[in-house]
């Protein structure tokens, strides 16, 4: 396993996952989203709609609407519990985290080849003594990371089928988002598009 530090904390991964590991980790993921949809998360107090599509596995799932951001332990729209976290994805968690708990969360983006993510921080959790584990699926994406401060300078990478980046320590709130994707850049997905999930740890261990 190939690991590449962008910056203190901030840690790449290429092709962590390889092609028929993407292929067993996107059949999971085709069984997920039939028990738990993929839905449209608005805005809090403007209700617009995020471009990404999301739904979650694990104990809680991070959700998005107009009274605001949140984990909560059931679908928005079906109020049934989140599915259980597939196993290769608490894998990636033991192999890459440096964290001795499991996480509670996996949020599943769906971006449709026009879709994009703006610059913010993952803060809804209350350890940040945990990492974010990110796993990238079809397209590649323009990922953008900054600093602390949303006015720091960033740079970008991209992050193509197979991918992990992990934001741990002094980078576990920095700034990041998606510019874009590159069309036609993976076969992974019949239709195209792109698939991110991102593992946390969202409660303080006991
Ligand atoms: C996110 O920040 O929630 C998603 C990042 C990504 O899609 O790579
Ligand atoms: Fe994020």
């Known amino acids: 396993m190939t690991a590449i530090t962008l910056a203190p904390g901030l840690v790449y991964y290429p092709d962590y996952l390889d092609r028929q590991a993407q292929e067993q ?5 085709r069984e997920i989203t039939r028990a738990a949809p993929l839905y449209t ?3 809090p107090r403007t209700g617009k709609p995020f471009s990404v599509r999301m739904t979650n596995c694990g104990r809680l799932g991070w959700v998005s609407d107009i009274d605001g951001y949140r984990y909560q332990p059931m679908h928005p729209e079906t109020g049934e519990p989140w599915p259980v976290m597939p196993d290769q994805v608490m894998q990636a968690w033991t192999a890459m985290s440096g964290y001795p708990h499991p996480p509670d969360a996996c949020l599943i983006n769906f971006y ?4 994009r993510m703006g610059l913010h921080q993952d803060k ?14 079809g397209d590649t994406a323009l990922f953008r990371y900054g600093g602390l401060e949303r006015k720091d300078p960033t740079r970008s990478i991209r992050l193509k089928s197979g991918d992990a980046i992990v934001f741990g320590g002094p980078a576990r709130l920095i700034h ?23 593992l946390r740890k969202v409660e303080k261990p006991l």
């Open 25 to 29: 980790l996107l059949q999971s993921l």
């Open 41 to 43: 998360p608005r805005m």
């Open 112 to 115: 449709e080849p026009s879709a």
């Open 124 to 137: 809804d959790e209350e350890e940040f003594d945990a990492p974010v584990v990110s796993l990238s699926l």
């Open 176 to 198: 990041h988002g998606i510019d874009r994707l590159i069309p036609g850049s993976s076969d992974l997905l019949p239709q195209g598009g792109r698939l991110n999930l991102t």
